[in-house]
């Protein structure tokens, strides 16, 4: 149980070209999902945290008119990585949580590797 | 303010051997802790979690941690390291203030080698 499932798992494509990523948990239903970003050799980075039917919010640095996240049912969240430059180039993880306790664990996409040429 | 510190960005051992990844903590109220695995390219496979009951969590593929709140740690062993378990492995504490969602502190990860 807790299946995230994440697409794409990879995006290759040119600069300015926007991107929306998709984040579905599989066999519940997420209150809270979480995007994260990872360079290489480094751990995650928290992007922002979205509920269902409320807008994201955002941690410091993070541009959210860059960064769309749509939380628009239970099973599913974007995000939309808008006017993709080179340096927006990383992976990115997605996480849902079951329930509103911080008790409970994330449970974790396998992540999209884009690429901005 | 929670942290997460993991002793060692890489650890080597033998296949067969015992396997110990170092995790502390820095809260000032009772954590929620977990150890998460993530293999290359792929997102994080939760390992265990600590959420205030039993302080010996067992978790999968034969892992487990002690939470020790005289020691602030939580790290996570293995009798015997197989080579399937070389991967990247990261503790993180679930942030508590009021009104919070409950986000996660990860720590910096730590690569685990297995040599055969």
């Known amino acids: 149980g807790a299946v995230v499932s994440q697409h794409p798992s990879w995006v290759i494509c040119k600069s300015g070209t926007s991107v929306k990523i998709e984040c579905r948990s599989l066999?519940?239903?997420?209150?809270?999902m979480f995007w994260y970003r990872q360079f290489p050799k480094q751990s995650l980075m928290l992007m922002a945290t979205?509920?269902?039917?409320?807008?994201?919010?955002?941690e410091q640095g993070v541009e959210k008119d860059k960064f769309l996240i749509n939380h628009a049912s239970l099973t599913l969240s974007t995000l939309t990585v808008t006017s993709a430059h080179p340096e927006d180039s990383s992976f990115y993880i997605c996480?849902?949580?079951?329930?509103?306790?911080?008790?409970?664990?994330?449970?974790f996409g396998d992540g999209t590797r884009l690429s901005i040429l | 303010a929670q942290s997460v510190t993991q002793l060692g960005s890489h650890v080597s051992v033998s296949e067969g051997a015992l396997v110990l990844l170092r995790c502390n903590y820095s809260?000032?109220?009772?954590?929620?802790l977990f150890w998460y695995v993530q293999y290359p390219n792929q997102g994080l496979q939760l390992l265990l979690k600590?959420?205030?009951?039993?302080?010996l969590v067992k978790g999968i593929n034969g892992f487990e941690a002690e939470f020790k709140k005289s020691e602030t740690s939580f790290h996570l062993t293995k009798p015997s390291a197989h080579m399937s378990d070389a991967a990247e492995y990261f503790c993180?504490?679930?942030?508590?203030?009021?009104?919070?969602?409950?986000?996660?502190?990860f720590g910096q990860g730590t690569t685990l080698q297995v040599k055969p």
């Open positions: 996480s849902a949580r079951q329930g509103a306790s911080s008790n409970q664990p994330q449970h």
């Open positions: 066999d519940f239903q997420a209150t809270t």
């Open positions: 979205s509920n269902e039917g409320s807008k994201a919010t955002y």
């Open positions: 809260s000032s109220v009772p954590p929620y």
């Open positions: 600590y959420t205030s009951a039993a302080t």
């Open positions: 993180a504490v679930s942030e508590l203030r009021s009104g919070n969602t409950g986000k996660l502190i």
